[in-house]
């Protein structure tokens, strides 16, 4: 079975409730890594032939347009991550649509071709804003993987699976990230901080169990993970682990995972899947 494989395309400081100190007000004075940390990701995937779908962040996109073409140049899907990196849950419908529609001028201004798929930072299309999906369908949207199978950005009862969501404005094909249900929780083995900690070994046994069951499994990094010095900030214990725990050897863990497994674009896995 093909898998899914994603990049959220963002600066270091893009932290969902930073500290005032990488805050907005200092996004364009912070040294700039993005261009640098996604060239390693693109190695990485041109290393052992995988294509993935990245979704830019508008901010970046409007600032390193080159990033966009090397991404498209590499033979990767182009997908929004938002504008500037705002919980959607945070804002009302109008300015959400406004985030998107500012975004999709800024990567299709870059290069990026036409854009049909969305991820929301921090897994920000829950309870909290149900009425984002409608407002992802009206501008154009048809994939979103923005909503989680797991506590506090989401919801565990979440399916698990690739599914439609039915809204007033049409359907939106939703694909969620792949977690693992450990001691009653539902951990995120696709990425984030329940990836970089695994053993490869326990990773692929868990998506060679999702693939018997007939469940692709969707893995999302960030540029900022392979960073091989990234800066640090004092952070809240929650988003610390999520930005800090197990950096260090992850790139060589994400090698051996990428070797094992069988990952394309989210859009291909979905073909695939259905075929």
């Not at 991550?81 to 529609?101: K, S």
């Not at 990567?107 to 969305?118: D, E, I, K, M, R």
């Amino acid at each position: 079975m093909l898998n899914g494989f994603s990049v959220d395309v963002e600066e270091w400081f893009h932290v969902c409730g930073a500290p005032a100190a990488i805050g907005r007000a200092h996004w364009t004075t912070l040294p700039s890594r993005v261009e640098a940390t996604t060239a390693r990701v693109l190695d990485l995937l041109d290393r052992r032939g995988v294509r993935a779908t990245f979704f830019v962040l508008g901010w970046v996109a409007e600032r390193s347009p080159r990033l966009v073409e090397s991404i498209v140049g590499a033979g990767h899907v182009v997908g929004s991550h938002g504008y500037e990196h705002d919980r959607v849950y945070e804002l009302d419908p109008r300015m959400f649509a406004a985030d998107v529609e500012a975004s999709l001028r800024s990567l299709t201004a870059a290069g990026s071709g036409p854009v049909s798929c969305y991820r929301a930072p921090e897994w920000s299309i829950n309870e909290r804003s149900p009425w984002a999906p409608a407002v992802l369908v009206r501008a154009g949207i048809t994939l979103d993987s923005s909503r989680a199978p797991m506590r506090i950005v989401g919801d565990p009862s979440y399916p698990t699976a690739p599914h439609l969501l039915r809204t007033e404005c049409g359907d939106l094909t939703e694909v969620p990230p792949f977690v693992m249900r450990r001691f009653g929780q539902a951990i995120p083995y696709g990425g984030g901080w329940g990836l970089r900690v695994a053993r490869p070994r326990s990773v692929l046994r868990a998506v060679d169990a999702a693939n018997q069951a007939g469940i692709p499994a969707t893995f999302w990094i960030h540029p900022w993970e392979l960073d091989p010095d990234p800066p640090r900030v004092r952070l809240p214990w929650a988003a610390h682990a999520a930005h800090y725990l197990g950096l260090a050897g992850f790139d060589r863990r994400l090698t051996e995972i990428l070797k094992h497994a069988r990952f394309g674009p989210l859009q291909e896995m979905l073909r695939c899947t259905a075929a």
